[in-house]
């Protein structure tokens, strides 16, 4: 360790244009040398660990559990190990006993702690859940911020729940862009019909992927089948339109016998996007669980994005889509 503080083994090394090509030559032992010498620049040590977990990945977390111990290297070069190693994690991977240890001390300076949570995130997302649900509950507005770094990098389904509640927090309203991303990644492909399933999750407006969108803006009646999960009379839907409302022409209920059933038809208002769209529907004598929304896209100019359609039964229930198909949609 000491020769590599006075020795440098980090200006042994010539200087290469990227960090991520000098260090595919290097063995093992010298990716290690790269990466606890002091000299060595972030970008290269970054790489150097991302590298060497690759190779070695017991070996780098044993390399990480020793620099992240260590009281001779700076808070920045310790959140380099940090976020290179939490970048290198997977779901199940081990995780080094001092990045579970940094994660969940409150008392950790925040440039350790953020990329320590993420790999948290990472290798053990349930774990990891209800500490960036408290950050994520805060009334600081930075500590919401510091959530949502996190949030953006879970790949785990079971964080749909908590980042529809963040995405709809008036407190995380600065970061809905980011948000929205991760969040259609996490449930389907951005501006599928699954987008429209669930809660909604789109609080501002936008042409953001966790909204359903027709292939193209303008194509003439596109038809959603929307499927509740309990069967009820329909009263009123609910559209949460969030990208150029106003093209919904008509709705139908299937009725047991496969056949289709007017609910409604007309115009709906336009307005400014978010808003919701509540027509009132006919009675039908049957219950149902299946809607077909049509949209006559040409209607209105651009993508008629929808985030959430809600079903009102007679008895006042309300329900959520939960599950969908569309004759067209942007993920086609
Ligand atoms: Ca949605």
Known sequence: MQEWIEGGPGSSFAPLSSASVTVIALSAEELKMLASAPGTTAAERR???????????AAAATLADRLLWSNVFSIDARAVVATAIADSLSAGDELP???????IDVETDWKLRLPALSALVSSRPSEARPYVEVLAQSSDPATVGRAVDVLVAARDPSYVPLLTRTINQPSARSH???LA???A??????WSVVQLTGEPDLPIAGDLGTAWASKSPDMGDVTIVVTYAIAVTPAQLRLHETHNPGALARIDAQL?????ERLWEGKAGAGTAPLWFEPLLDRVSVTTRTLRLTMDTNRVVGWNEIDAVQLIGTDGSRQWVQSARASS???D
């Open 256 to 260: 047991p016998s496969g056949a289709w």
């Open 329 to 331: 949609s942007y993920a």
């Open 47 to 57: 790489a150097a660990f991302a590298r060497l977990y690759t190779l070695d990945p």
């Open 181 to 183: 991303g991760s969040l």
């Open 176 to 178: 809905v862009a980011r």
């Open 97 to 103: 006993a001092s990045l579970r240890s940094l994660a």
């Open 185 to 190: 990644d996490l449930k389907d492909r951005s």
